[in-house]
Nanobody, 121 residues
């Protein structure tokens, strides 16, 4: 069984910063990609940023230059540093991992429970 546990969400004023963390635990053989998605009220879930185990990153256009994703492979943890936050960044942020568990040959998607980020104007 695999668990992804997120932390670090909250309420912040426009222009402020928050750092999200997500730790994966369980019978993990290898994590290929870890990433962050978000879902605003009434909208579809969308990619924010992702990072491979080799350190290759990809960002949504509207967060480039403001958000930074990083990863600690030894701790199976991914971080999202969010700076210059805007009210339109308000959403539930979900951690995602594409990983293999011990005894399985294919990768599967796992999701965290989500953490609320609210940016006030």
């Amino acid at each position: 069984q695999v668990q992804l546990v997120e932390s670090g969400g909250g309420l912040v004023q426009s222009g402020g910063s928050l750092k999200l963390s997500c730790a994966a635990s369980g019978s993990i053989f290898r994590i290929y990609v870890m990433g962050w998605y978000r879902q605003a009220q009434g909208k579809q879930r969308e990619l924010v940023a992702l990072i491979t185990d080799g350190g290759i990153t990809n960002y949504a256009d509207d967060v480039k230059g403001r958000f930074t994703i990083s990863r600690d492979n030894a701790q199976n943890t991914v971080y999202l540093q969010m700076n210059s936050l805007k009210p339109e960044d308000t959403a539930v942020y979900y951690c995602n991992a594409k990983l293999r568990t011990h005894g399985h040959g294919s990768y599967s998607d796992y999701w965290g429970q989500g953490t609320q980020v609210t940016v006030s104007s």
